[in-house]
């Protein structure tokens, strides 16, 4: 898995919830976010420049989180994220320390490798699940999920369950469907042509 550096400062927490609110709302009106890091015993509340920020948020990737707070230096995941509802800015992150003898819990990619026979039958693949939840030892944790689609057949889906990685335990439904191969209408032509010997 990549990793990325990101720098912050701890800040105070206030007694009182409106002046709570009032340093949150400062934080985020001079370019910062407020963060808290859990996982390591007392829960480390913090803040990053949204621009600091940018590289880990807005990718397809996955990282662990090389996490700097005041010169202290910690290895961690994200693990939620608020955005404004509606300028879509980031409000809140929150992140995990990462223990290494310890499961995490993180989504991962879902990437589909090979052309599928329902493909070639005219059907077309759809991705239903871009990304499944798994629990692993950080170090066991691939940037994706690769799934080998060759052998699906029209009409066929692969679900959670049917799907096995070592290492890795996937905490999605068994019965979720990760992809399908879905029929078109020039499939549902073609197999009826064929089931009545045109």
């Known amino acids: 898995m990549r990793s990325i550096d990101v720098k912050g400062s701890v800040?105070?927490?206030a007694e009182r919830s409106s002046d709570q609110a009032k340093a949150l709302k400062a934080i985020r009106k001079n370019n910062g976010v407020p963060c808290v890091l859990y996982g390591g015993g007392e829960n480390v509340h913090f803040t990053v420049p949204a621009d600091g920020l940018r590289n880990l948020v807005y990718t397809p990737h996955i990282y662990t989180v090389n996490l700097s707070i005041d010169g202290k230096e910690v290895k961690a995941i994200m693990k939620d994220i608020q955005f404004h509802p509606v300028k879509d800015t980031i409000l809140h992150v929150?992140?995990?320390q990462i223990n290494e003898e310890k499961p995490i819990v993180m989504e991962v990619p879902v990437q589909l490798e090979g052309l599928a026979e329902g493909v070639k039958a005219g059907g077309k693949l759809a991705l239903q699940m871009r990304k499944l939840k798994v629990k692993a030892l950080y170090t066991a944790i691939p940037e994706k999920l690769i799934i080998n689609v060759s052998h699906l057949a029209l009409g066929k889906t692969i679900k959670v369950g049917e799907l096995n990685y070592e290492g890795l335990e996937l905490l999605n439904a068994k019965e979720a469907?990760?992809?399908?191969?879905?029929?078109?209408?020039?499939?549902?032509?073609?197999?009826?042509?064929?089931a009545s010997g045109k």
């Open 94 to 96: 929150d992140f995990y």
């Open 177 to 194: 469907v990760v992809c399908a191969v879905k029929l078109t209408r020039a499939a549902r032509g073609a197999a009826a042509a064929a």
């Open 11 to 13: 800040r105070a927490i």
